[in-house]
């Protein structure tokens, strides 16, 4: 079990990965110290600020060695010679975003954590486990706060040392902290876009380990297996349908446009607006092929409704937690070049003609080269007002395919194009279809 945790400066990643690692019986493995420790060295050998290019000498050469204490700071040794309280004191606090930022000293550092990585069953903290060090975590998580709470973290930190520092320097120095390592050009802090977010923000630090470690040991209660329908559910299916279809046309006038855009083989995504429960039914209607929808969870929990929309080729995700067996559930749909359904929103909208796009839906089609063809749905958020059942028009549109951006953008850009050409594309299909709302 490989857990990755980032982070901003002062989110509580220190306490809350040892403290994982504790319970859950891994390693633990603290990356910032190792910065720590070079960032010492350097300044000793006189590199900072000017020849700070040579310290990647110094990080190859030197000897770290960690020794856990469950209970406190991690005790780091450079050779035989201790510096857990030195690496943390003022001066290597200020030079260590420097160092940190330089080429080799990280090409070194991230060779280092990665051997750890390959001996498995290891709690990570740093800024870039998760997008650089172990893209293959088992569980990511990306703890952030508030910049004045992670300040009054720090200030207490700093008092049961007995040390004072003002509210508002403490703000300054972790506010600067943040830009510079999110802004350099080398692994910047950046969530990884499979990672679970977590804002501890008012949480106890008891709540956060309880959530950290509830995605770590989240049973795979979903068998692949169930994915290779039986000849019965795809009889099931086009016979339900059979009858829906007409059904649905009769009573809510219901149209589609576009279907010609959902290709008629291989795999591929169809990423549609989400404004009510009866919105998988309505897409299922228009498109020309049988649509494996991913739907929350809680649908499972009643198991007859259960049954019923799994024989319709749908499979639970956990919303709000990194589902890892959805995921690779997804990504099996796909593989097998069938079609994907997702809700890129990730819950209905109301309010808004469309929520905020969740940025992790660019990875089906990324993963497996899979076009997307972004669909939106009118009407369907009018049949039932004031719990009054209403016939209102529903229409289906689908739009162009999107291609996944291909080798002409380097590897971390394209999720970010991938989430912009869908999110542009839906907006486009929703202007176009203004007058059939
Ligand atoms: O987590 P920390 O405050 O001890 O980290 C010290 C510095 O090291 C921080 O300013 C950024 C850098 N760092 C990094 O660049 N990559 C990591 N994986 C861990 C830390």
């Known amino acids: 079990m490989i857990i990755a945790i980032d982070g901003p400066a002062g989110s509580g990643k220190s306490t809350i990965a040892r403290e994982v690692a504790n319970r859950l019986g891994l390693r633990y493995l603290d990356t910032g110290a190792m910065y720590r420790a070079v960032t010492l060295l350097a300044i000793e050998a006189d590199l900072v600020p000017d020849r700070i290019a040579?310290?990647?000498?110094?990080?190859?050469?030197?000897?770290?060695?960690?020794?856990?204490?469950?209970?406190?700071?991690?005790?780091?040794?450079?050779?035989?010679?201790?510096?857990?309280?030195?690496?943390?004191?003022?001066?290597?606090?200020?030079?260590?975003?420097?160092v940190s930022a330089d080429a080799r000293v990280r090409a070194v550092l991230t060779e280092k954590q990665r051997q750890e990585v390959a001996r498995g069953d290891v709690v990570l903290e740093g800024r870039d486990m998760g997008t650089v060090v172990a893209p293959q975590a088992d569980v990511k998580v990306y703890l952030t706060a508030g910049v004045e709470e992670r300040a009054r973290r720090r200030q207490l930190q700093l008092e049961a040392k007995g040390m004072t520092q003002s509210l508002d320097e403490l703000v300054a120095d972790i506010t600067a902290r943040d830009a510079y390592?999110?802004?350099?050009?080398?692994?910047?802090?950046?969530?990884?876009?499979?990672?679970?977010?977590?804002?501890?923000?008012?949480?106890?630090?008891?709540?956060?380990?309880g959530a950290v470690c509830?995605?770590?040991?989240k049973p795979s209660t979903w068998p692949l297996s169930r994915l290779i329908r039986s000849p019965l559910d795809t009889w099931l299916y086009r016979t339900v349908y059979s009858i829906v279809r007409p059904a649905f046309r009769l009573f809510f006038r219901m149209k589609v446009y576009g279907v010609e855009n959902v290709p008629c083989t291989g795999a591929a995504v169809v990423a549609c607006n989400h404004r009510s429960n009866l919105d998988p039914f309505f897409l299922g209607c228009a498109c020309s092929r049988q649509v494996h929808f991913m739907a929350k969870a809680e649908l499972w929990s009643f198991k007859p409704l259960g049954w019923v929309v799994e024989r319709f080729g749908a499979f639970p995700v956990h919303r709000g937690e990194a589902d890892r067996q959805a995921v690779r559930q997804a990504l099996d749909v796909l593989a097998e070049g069938a079609v994907l359904g997702l809700f890129p929103e990730g819950r209905r909208h109301r309010e808004t003609e469309l929520g905020d796009i969740r940025p992790g839906v660019s990875l089906f089609s990324l993963r497996q080269g899979a076009v997307t063809v972004p669909a939106i749905v009118r009407g369907?958020?009018?049949?039932?007002?004031?719990?009054?059942?209403?016939?209102?028009?529903?229409?289906?549109?689908?739009?162009?395919?999107?291609?996944?951006?291909?080798?002409?953008?380097?590897?971390?850009?394209?999720?970010?194009?991938?989430?912009?050409?869908?999110?542009?594309?839906?907006?486009?299909?929703?202007?176009?279809?203004?007058?059939?709302?």
């Open 54 to 98: 040579e310290a990647g000498d110094l990080a190859a050469k030197a000897q770290l060695r960690f020794v856990d204490r469950p209970d406190d700071l991690t005790r780091v040794f450079i050779g035989e010679r201790e510096v857990t309280d030195e690496i943390r004191g003022p001066v290597v606090s200020g030079h260590v975003s420097a």
């Open 181 to 209: 390592d999110s802004g350099r050009e080398l692994a910047p802090l950046r969530r990884a876009d499979d990672a679970v977010e977590i804002d501890t923000t008012g949480m106890t630090i008891e709540e956060v380990i």
């Open 214 to 217: 509830r995605l770590a040991a």
């Open 380 to 437: 369907s958020d009018r049949i039932v007002r004031h719990r009054l059942l209403r016939f209102p028009q529903v229409t289906v549109t689908f739009g162009a395919p999107i291609e996944p951006p291909g080798a002409d953008l380097p590897r971390a850009d394209r999720s970010a194009e991938m989430t912009r050409r869908l999110v542009d594309a839906l907006h486009g299909l929703l202007a176009s279809t203004q007058d059939q709302a």
